[in-house]
């Protein structure tokens, strides 16, 4: 049992709510934002599910799932997409609490629930993804024992996890209530495609077979598209 892993990961949990509730609240001013507490309360309780679930079943992965951020990345081009990421993540939720503040947007209530349900899927994508590549890391590396993930998700895109991640990106303008948010989403797929092409190139040129896994799964993120 690594006790450090799960305090850590607990450290993390627990920080998640507070680092959204000032993204969001803040810029809103005012607490009367229902869309934004049940954004939070989504986000937070998918987050722990898929925490506990790697703390029981890969602990190793939830290990290299933390170590996430520029500083983590080695290439200088990962170091740059990261940042842009982890703005891009920021804007997402601070566009819509000034749109909120401001009154920009009229989004119905079914639209804000769709968006919470996009976050819901994308967190099942992620726990497909988990459940098939344990070596599914934050951070664009080759572990020793490491091999080609061609089943479950793999099987159908060759970047499962990006693809949940821009469902999540998709989701949390709307979860917000906000038209303007989905702006983000731009910058947001830019950078999935930036940092999955530079993956590819990574991958190739370190991973045995996994040239050949490219040219039996075609498509990148979206079945049939790309």
């Not at 898929?50 to 996430?68: F, G, S």
């Not at 590549?133 to 159908?156: C, F, L, M, R």
Request: hydrophobic content about 55%; glycine content about 6%; some cysteine.
């Amino acid at each position: 049992m690594n006790k450090g892993l799960y305090i850590k990961a607990a450290r993390g949990l627990l920080q998640l709510p507070i680092i959204m509730g000032l993204l969001l609240f803040v810029p809103a001013w005012t607490l009367d934002f229902w869309q934004a507490w049940v954004f939070v309360i989504v986000f937070f309780v998918c987050s722990l599910v898929i925490t506990v679930y790697l703390a029981v079943n890969d602990p190793k992965l939830l290990e290299r799932r933390m170590k996430v951020g520029p500083a983590a990345e080695t290439e200088k081009v990962q170091k740059i997409i990261m940042t842009l990421a982890m703005f891009s993540f920021a804007a997402a939720l601070i566009l819509p609490a000034i749109d909120h503040r401001l009154g920009w947007s009229h989004v119905p209530t079914a639209a804000v629930i769709l968006g919470d349900l996009l976050i819901v899927v994308a967190y099942l994508v992620f726990y497909f993804v988990f459940r098939e590549n344990t070596y599914g890391a934050s951070t664009i590396q080759i572990a020793e024992d490491q091999k080609v993930i061609s089943t479950g998700p793999y099987a159908i895109v060759r970047h499962p996890m990006y693809s949940g991640a821009l469902l999540s990106m998709l989701g949390i303008p709307l979860a917000l209530g906000s038209w303007w948010g989905l702006l983000t989403f731009v910058p947001a797929v830019a950078g999935v495609i930036g940092r999955l092409l530079d993956e590819e190139r990574f991958l190739t040129c370190n991973l045995a077979g996994y040239a050949d896994y490219t040219s039996k799964v075609h498509y990148r993120l979206v079945p049939f598209i790309w």
